[in-house]
T-cell receptor
């Protein structure tokens, strides 16, 4: 299977702990996106990479959130000092930059629960 | 603020019924994408519509893009339980590479 994979699928953590999620995009895709989704809502944009460069971050993204894509392949999203409001599904998506209409291919997400 | 509004928010119907869901904005879309998301999975692209007035069909699904490119609809004929899921529309404004999603229509089709 050469789809987008995310790890872990589920993470339960206590408030105040740090967590890190990993995303492996489709290998030939140079664009990578992180979104967050809560129940009853559509995906909310967090950040975007083209190759290894982080080109955009949502203004809603707290300083506790950081993302990297060190070699332009896999990406990590770290949340420091987690809060209960961080509980959500974190979705990663990738696309190939043939045009701005290139579809996003999503992974199945990491569901984070902060207790 | 550029927003995508989807309606209805929830829809619960019986197998065999027809339904239509809508995606609207106050701004003109350059193009629009529809995705379906099943529980516990990521969204999967159904279609991209680009031209005002465009109609695309995907088996029992018919997608329409408004003439003014500010609205789109998805019509499902003879719904089946396998159509159950969250239907999302997404738009990139101003040639941005970052899609913005609506909050979706949650569809349940009962056998």
């Amino acid at each position: 299977d050469t789809g987008v994979s995310q790890d872990p699928r589920h993470k339960i953590t206590k408030r105040g702990q740090n967590v890190t999620f990993r995303c492996d995009p489709i290998s030939e895709h140079n664009r990578l996106y992180w979104y967050r989704q809560t129940l009853g809502q559509g995906p909310e944009f967090l950040t975007y990479f083209q190759n290894e460069a982080q080109l955009e971050k949502s203004r809603l993204l707290s300083d506790r959130f950081s993302a990297e894509r060190p070699k332009g392949s896999f990406s990590t999203l770290e949340i420091q000092r987690t809060e209960q409001g961080d509980s959500a599904m974190y979705l990663c998506a990738s696309s190939f930059s043939s045009s701005s209409d290139s579809p996003l291919h999503f992974g199945n997400g990491t569901r984070l629960t902060v207790t | 603020t550029q927003l995508l509004e989807q309606s209805p928010q929830f829809l619960s119907i019986q197998e065999g019924e027809n339904l239509t869901v809508y995606c609207n904005s106050s701004s003109v879309f350059s193009s629009l994408q529809w995705y379906r998301q099943e529980p516990g999975e990521g969204p999967v692209l159904l279609v991209t519509v680009v031209t005002g007035g465009e109609v695309k069909k995907l088996k029992r699904l018919t997608f329409q893009f408004g003439d003014a490119r500010k609205d789109s609809s998805l019509h499902i004929t003879a719904a089946q339980p396998g159509d159950t899921g969250l239907y999302l529309c997404a738009q990139r404004w101003g040639g941005s590479y970052i899609p913005t999603f609506g909050r979706g229509t949650s569809l349940i089709v009962h056998p």
